[in-house]
């Protein structure tokens, strides 16, 4: 699959890494430029590329930046993607790292709803909640005891059943939370959010979540 990759951190540097591994074409941006990501090409064999390039001909897009820099993405950098593009969101609103953001805390939008409007694209959320060391170590084959399940949110059936099957073939269960307007079951702070644990703990955790937002995310 061609996919491209927005953000060559933690998690961008990692599912960069597992996805390649698994054969697919990555390509893979940062803030500063390809000049920069020679080391991770090298490493991974994944195209580096200018930002504006990341989802040209891209199936799955994952955008992979701290929730402040969303607005600095290139307006239209969705655009030359495949028709039916999946666009995982991997955000969390962090206020002491993003500053505060009024979306989100006083229109009530969940943090993937805020990335939506921003990117004009449907988004996924997935892997917001699953450390990015996990994505290398945590991997287990279908059947596995001790695999783990990762929520997955979205509005848009076909891409969540594309990126489903994907982070099935990157070594993890998925359990269904619902639309983006649900998707606050899984932001930072809720029973699942860094829960290792399988479909039924990932279930139940869901289940449990409450929609107010936590005094430690607020501004
Ligand atoms: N770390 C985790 O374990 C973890 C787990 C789950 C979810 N998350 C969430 O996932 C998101 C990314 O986290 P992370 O830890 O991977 O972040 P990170 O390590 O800080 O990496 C951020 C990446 O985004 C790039 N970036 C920033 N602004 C950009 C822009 N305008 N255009 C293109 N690229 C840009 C940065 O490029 P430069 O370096 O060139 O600036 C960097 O490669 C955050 O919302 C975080 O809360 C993190």
Same mark, same amino acid.
């Given at each position: 699959?061609?996919i491209g ?6 998690i ?6 597992r ?5 697919h ?5 940062n ?7 020679? /080391?991770?090409? %090298?490493?991974? &064999?994944?195209t580096?590329?200018p930002? @504006? +390039?990341?989802?040209? !001909?891209?199936?799955?897009v ?11 993405l ?27 953001? /009024?979306?989100? %805390?006083?229109? &009530?939008?969940?943090e993937?709803r805020? @990335? +939506?409007?921003?990117? !004009?694209?449907?988004v ?6 699953t450390?990015?060391q ?6 287990r084959?279908?059947?596995a ?6 929520p ?12 489903? /099957?994907?982070?099935?073939?990157? &070594?993890?269960?998925?359990?269904d939370?619902g ?41």
């Open positions: 699959m061609k990759i927005i953000g060559a951190g933690n961008g540097g990692n599912l960069t890494r996805l390649t591994a698994l054969g074409d990555v390509s893979v941006a803030s500063r430029g390809p000049q920069t990501l020679t /080391a991770l090409a %090298e490493e991974t &064999g994944a580096p590329v930002v @504006t +390039e990341a989802a040209r !001909g891209a199936e799955v994952v955008v992979t930046v701290p929730l402040k820099s969303v607005p600095d290139p307006s239209g950098v969705l655009d030359g993607a495949a028709d039916q593009v999946a666009v995982i969101d991997t955000g969390n609103y962090y206020p002491q790292r993003d500053g505060r953001i /009024a979306g989100i %805390e006083d229109d &009530g939008l969940t993937s805020w @990335t +939506e409007r921003h990117l !004009g694209h449907a996924i959320k997935a892997f917001n909640g450390y990015a996990d994505i290398l170590d945590r991997h084959p279908a059947g005891a001790d695999r783990i399940a990762l997955v949110a979205g509005d848009d059936e076909t891409a969540k059943r594309t990126v489903r /099957a994907l982070i099935d073939e990157l &070594g993890f269960d998925t359990v939370a639309g983006i307007d649900d998707s606050w079951r899984q932001q930072p702070d809720s029973p699942v959010y860094g829960l290792r644990a399988g479909v039924e703990g990932v279930t139940e955790a869901l289940a449990k979540a409450r929609p107010e937002r936590p005094e430690a995310f607020r501004a």
